[in-house]
């Protein structure tokens, strides 16, 4: 029996890389899948019959969406739509290589007890590949490796979901982040995650009119993380904060200091006292706006 993967692609004109893209899904090795296009409101319509003419026969969702939401929301109205077995996530200016699915959906049906498997990402400026994503650390959850390491070691192009655990609900309406939440989310549920080597995401870091993201939704992704309750870990969720008010220069408001101590606490198992004391009073110091920069000295993970 082969599993159906739902392929959900959203895109913000730049017809010409999606086209690039949707010609990567068609040279796929592993053919049983769905693809589905989010229009996140594009200046110009999008000719469908160009598309249909490079999938051929592949099954071909469509939608469009009244007003320009970003990546969060795109992503959330794609998974509502996607009926496979696996949800693939892939951004319309990357692209994988033919064995991608393949390598994927050969792991993760291997394991049930598994969530995602993902596959490394090399990343491509102006048509030369500069980097691999993963390198010696190969992380097999989700949690606490999202908070311990300033970069994910998976992009969402290059994961492979079981579809009861990715919720079109844990796709926020977010432009920063919102890869984060989604991720945190499904580790409520299950925490499980496998790298695997042969499926490989080319990732287009010179691709023209990139989603902007902006430190507002940073500071919402923060403000959502602090009303989670039972993740699995919360070891190094101080960094994860910390990294980030730094990074962004970000400020929280009392209501919100007291929310960041609670977590704290939750984290002090792990850590000594003198740990905890200086995570409340690099806390204390955001409170009373002390200068953010200040914070980097910190964390340097």
């Not at 919720?167 to 989604?182: K, S, T, V």
Request: proline share 2%; net charge positive.
């Amino acid at each position: 029996m082969t599993h159906k993967v739902s392929i959900i692609i959203p895109f913000y004109n730049r017809f010409e890389l999606l086209f690039k893209t949707l010609k990567s899904v068609k040279n796929q090795t592993y053919k049983n899948f769905e693809v589905i296009l989010v229009d996140d409101c594009s200046e110009e319509q999008l000719n469908l019959e160009i598309v249909e003419e490079i999938l051929g026969n592949i099954p071909l969702r469509y939608t469009r969406l009244s007003l320009n939401s970003g990546p969060g929301v795109a992503r959330s109205a794609g998974r509502a739509m996607a009926q496979g077995d696996y949800i693939a996530y892939l951004d319309s200016d990357d692209w994988w290589d033919e064995n991608f699915l393949k390598s994927c959906v050969k792991e993760i049906k291997k394991d049930k007890a598994l969530a995602m498997v993902y596959g490394n990402t090399q990343a491509v400026v102006h048509g030369e590949i500069v980097n691999e994503r993963v390198n010696n650390y190969l992380p097999n959850k989700i949690l606490p490796t999202l908070f311990k390491y300033k970069k994910r070691f998976w992009a969402t192009g290059a994961c492979l979901w079981r579809a009861e655990y990715s919720r079109c609900e844990y796709w926020l309406p977010l432009r920063n982040n919102e890869d984060y939440i989604h991720d945190i989310n499904v580790s409520k549920f299950n925490n499980n995650i496998k790298f695997v080597r042969n499926a490989i995401l080319y990732n287009n870091r010179t691709a023209m009119q990139r989603t902007s993201r902006t430190k507002d939704d940073v500071y919402c992704a923060l403000r959502i993380l602090l009303d989670f309750d039972d993740l699995p870990s919360y070891q190094f969720i101080s960094a994860y904060f910390f990294r980030r008010i730094n990074d962004y220069k970000l400020r929280f408001n009392f209501k919100h200091l007291l929310k960041i101590v609670k977590i704290l606490k939750k984290e002090f198992s792990f850590y000594n006292l003198k740990f905890f004391l200086s995570c409340f009073y690099l806390a204390i110091l955001n409170f009373t706006d002390f200068k953010a920069y200040k914070l980097k000295r910190f964390f340097r993970v």
